[in-house]
């Protein structure tokens, strides 16, 4: 067993925590000497900033961003539903045991329920620091963290994992007067808690090596009277999550996070088979509860960079739009994808244009937006009409039994294949000035647009709609010929959506508003990475890390050129 030691005081934001201010009042205060007034006062200020920025982001104000009101959260949106997102969860939460500190509301919201309630290391065989001074009282929440396997349900037996590294958090500066308060050693350990991780990769080495890292925290109390506590971050308790807190306290290390992550959005496995797998091929056991949290927790992690999304694709000169449809605790929805040249974002809201509207109608977007031919679209202006459906339609038509529509069907798809191939020769030539090709094929253009008023009145109804469907959005429809670079088709929407509709057909879509966003959100940075040709697993690592710590999310990866 390697067991380093390492110390780290960097793991709150804020500078005092709930624990260091029910300590303080004005007599404290008053005994401090003006050089400790001014410590304390700087890192009061520090913090209030800090919450004041909080705040802002947590509250129903204007300076929330956009996407942190869900449009997909609709009144008829049943919220009584079964928390669990895709498959039964069956939350093993027997098997979790409380915080060691869940009297202390400073760690968790007063209305917090078992599912708020940070995992316990519930696979690793916790035991009170070795430098532990003091032995552990009966009210020790290490003693009860060490003991809670005893009579609780669990799922299965106990894995003992050996230890592979120990983290030491304490303390360096008294938070009332600033005196130095010597290294752990000096301290006691009042908590600890296990974190299971995957070992960042090294360079030239194949395969995966787990490791179980124990972090330990320390108290002491100052000559001055404060009691100084390092304490694991726990975040900030948010209404659009009301599942899923962020804290350090995990048993899945961010690493291993994100490959669950992955394991069920990117390669469609249940939270049963990630179990499953986790067990055969990693020997680690971990319960489909701790699982389905992890996912929702990394859904949470994540979520923040919606705004870096939406930011993106309002500034795009282009933008690929389908849908298609999902299930949300059994009532019908849209999916929705927008695909930028940099962005692939999804949503889920009801089957009408609110999504639509909100994302780029009636946004700062200016750009062209690529879709079929639905109403809703028609809506905006500057659009291009994907031709993959116009000539599988013309085509359906040329294989028709009715003698009249296969023969007009017949000429459309010839006329349709010729204009094709003419666009993708004059790629070829981008020197060639815009409209020169539609004049080239002048004629032909005038040929169509004759067999559509001639089948307008078709009785053959495929025939007729069809040549309406031409005529009522004629210029957008040949947009491509007069500037052959834009692009034909919207493949490049339908095909990231593919992959989302056998995932709906596997999980039978989402169950709360909860769980959809938790999907959308994953999915959003899983597919944008993936085109940007970055390495997702690696992001996916980092976002859940800082979020865990409440750091800065990193920004999103860079395209990578080719
Ligand atoms: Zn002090």
Same mark, same amino acid.
């Given at each position: 067993?390697?067991?380093?030691?390492?110390?780290?005081?960097?793991?709150?934001?804020?500078?005092?925590? &709930?624990?260091?201010?029910?300590?303080?009042?004005?007599?404290?205060?008053?005994?401090?000497?003006?050089?400790?007034?001014?410590?304390?006062?700087?890192?009061?200020?520090?913090?209030?900033?800090?919450?004041?920025?909080?705040?802002?982001?947590?509250?129903?104000?204007?300076?929330?961003?956009?996407?942190?009101?869900?449009?997909?959260?609709?009144?008829?949106?049943?919220?009584?539903?079964?928390?669990?997102?895709?498959?039964?969860?069956?939350?093993?939460?027997?098997?979790?045991?409380?915080?060691?500190?869940?009297?202390?509301?400073?760690?968790?919201?007063?209305?917090?329920?078992?599912?708020?309630?940070?995992? &316990?290391?519930?696979?690793?065989?916790?035991?009170?620091?070795?430098? &532990?001074?003091?032995?552990?009282?009966?009210?020790?929440?290490?003693?009860?963290?060490?003991?809670?396997?005893?009579?609780?349900?669990?799922?299965?037996?106990?894995?003992?994992?050996?230890?592979?590294?120990?983290?030491?958090?304490?303390?360096?500066?008294?938070?009332?007067?600033?005196?130095?308060?010597?290294?752990? /050693?000096?301290?006691?350990?009042?908590?600890?808690?296990?974190?299971?991780?995957?070992?960042?990769?090294?360079?030239?080495?194949?395969?995966?090596?787990?490791?179980?890292?124990?972090?330990?925290?320390?108290?002491?109390?100052?000559?001055?009277?404060?009691?100084?506590?390092?304490?694991?971050?726990?975040?900030?308790?948010?209404?659009?999550?009301?599942?899923?807190?962020?804290?350090?306290?995990?048993?899945?290390?961010?690493?291993?996070?994100?490959?669950?992550?992955?394991?069920?959005?990117?390669?469609?496995?249940?939270?049963?088979?990630?179990?499953?797998?986790?067990?055969?091929?990693?020997?680690? /056991?971990?319960?489909?509860?701790?699982?389905?949290?992890?996912?929702?927790?990394?859904?949470?992690?994540?979520?923040?960079?919606?705004?870096?999304?939406?930011?993106?694709?309002?500034?795009?000169?282009?933008?690929?739009?389908?849908?298609?449809?999902?299930? /949300?605790?059994?009532?019908?929805? =849209?999916? =929705?994808?927008?695909?930028?040249?940099?962005?692939?974002?999804?949503?889920?809201?009801?089957?009408?244009?609110?999504?639509?509207?909100?994302?780029?109608?009636?946004?700062?977007?200016?750009?062209?937006?690529?879709?079929?031919?639905?109403?809703?679209?028609?809506?905006?202006?500057?659009?291009?009409?994907?031709?993959?459906?116009?000539?599988?339609?013309?085509?359906?038509?040329?294989?028709?039994?009715?003698?009249?529509?296969?023969?007009?069907?017949?000429?459309?798809?010839?006329?349709?294949?010729?204009?094709?191939?003419?666009?993708?020769?004059?790629?070829?030539?981008?020197?060639?000035?815009?409209?020169?090709?539609?004049?080239?094929?002048?004629?032909?253009?005038?040929?169509?647009?004759?067999?559509?008023?001639?089948?307008?009145?078709?009785?053959?109804?495929?025939?007729?709609?069809?040549?309406?469907?031409?005529?009522?959005?004629?210029?957008?429809?040949?947009?491509?010929?007069?500037?052959?670079?834009?692009?034909?088709?919207?493949?490049?929407?339908?095909?990231?959506?593919?992959?989302?509709?056998?995932?709906?057909?596997?999980?039978?879509?989402?169950?709360?508003?909860?769980?959809?966003?938790?999907?959308?959100?994953?999915?959003?940075?899983?597919?944008?990475?993936?085109?940007?040709?970055?390495?997702?697993?690696?992001?996916?690592?980092?976002?859940?890390?800082?979020?865990?710590?409440?750091?800065?999310?990193?920004?999103?990866?860079?395209?990578?050129?080719?």
């Amino acid at each position: 067993m390697i067991v380093a030691f390492t110390i780290d005081t960097t793991y709150n934001s804020m500078k005092l925590t &709930a624990h260091d201010l029910k300590q303080m009042n004005k007599a404290t205060l008053a005994r401090l000497s003006p050089e400790q007034l001014l410590s304390i006062s700087e890192r009061m200020l520090d913090d209030l900033q800090e919450a004041m920025d909080r705040l802002n982001q947590n509250s129903n104000n204007s300076s929330r961003p956009p996407s942190s009101t869900p449009p997909w959260h609709s009144n008829d949106t049943n919220n009584a539903a079964d928390p669990a997102n895709h498959d039964n969860a069956d939350d093993d939460m027997d098997s979790v045991i409380k915080h060691p500190d869940k009297n202390d509301d400073h760690f968790l919201p007063e209305d917090a329920s078992l599912d708020n309630v940070p995992e &316990a290391p519930d696979v690793t065989d916790i035991q009170p620091p070795e430098v &532990a001074p003091t032995p552990p009282t009966k009210s020790d929440p290490i003693k009860r963290v060490a003991g809670k396997q005893e009579g609780t349900q669990g799922y299965g037996r106990t894995q003992a994992l050996a230890i592979t590294e120990t983290v030491y958090h304490a303390r360096t500066h008294c938070a009332s007067c600033n005196a130095c308060l010597g290294d752990y /050693e000096a301290q006691v350990a009042w908590t600890a808690f296990c974190t299971i991780d995957i070992a960042e990769h090294i360079q030239g080495n194949a395969g995966i090596t787990l490791t179980n890292t124990k972090h330990v925290f320390f108290e002491i109390k100052c000559d001055c009277g404060h009691h100084n506590r390092e304490e694991p971050y726990a975040g900030i308790p948010d209404v659009t999550w009301p599942k899923t807190n962020l804290s350090e306290w995990r048993l899945v290390g961010p690493r291993l996070a994100a490959m669950i992550v992955l394991l069920s959005k990117r390669h469609r496995n249940s939270r049963r088979l990630i179990r499953e797998f986790l067990l055969n091929f990693l020997r680690l /056991e971990l319960s489909v509860g701790t699982i389905d949290q992890t996912i929702r927790e990394a859904g949470r992690s994540v979520a923040p960079l919606e705004e870096e999304l939406i930011h993106e694709i309002e500034e795009a000169a282009l933008a690929y739009v389908d849908e298609t449809s999902w299930k /949300e605790a059994g009532v019908l929805r =849209w999916l =929705w994808v927008f695909r930028t040249l940099t962005v692939v974002f999804f949503m889920v809201g009801k089957r009408d244009r609110t999504i639509f509207c909100k994302l780029l109608l009636n946004s700062k977007f200016k750009g062209i937006v690529m879709s079929d031919g639905w109403v809703v679209y028609r809506e905006y202006a500057n659009r291009l009409r994907c031709w993959a459906h116009l000539i599988r339609k013309a085509r359906g038509l040329s294989e028709s039994y009715h003698t009249k529509a296969a023969d007009v069907g017949l000429q459309m798809l010839a006329l349709f294949t010729t204009f094709q191939n003419a666009i993708y020769a004059a790629r070829n030539q981008p020197e060639q000035p815009i409209g020169m090709l539609a004049k080239q094929h002048e004629n032909d253009i005038e040929s169509l647009k004759a067999l559509c008023i001639a089948s307008s009145d078709s009785t053959h109804d495929k025939l007729r709609a069809f040549a309406r469907e031409l005529l009522g959005d004629w210029d957008i429809i040949l947009r491509q010929i007069h500037d052959p670079s834009l692009p034909l088709t919207n493949n490049e929407a339908e095909r990231i959506l593919r992959h989302w509709v056998i995932d709906r057909r596997l999980s039978n879509g989402t169950r709360t508003d909860e769980g959809t966003r938790t999907f959308t959100v994953l999915a959003s940075v899983i597919e944008t990475c993936r085109i940007r040709g970055a390495p997702v697993w690696d992001y996916l690592t980092q976002v859940i890390a800082a979020a865990r710590k409440g750091l800065q999310l990193p920004v999103l990866p860079i395209m990578h050129a080719g």
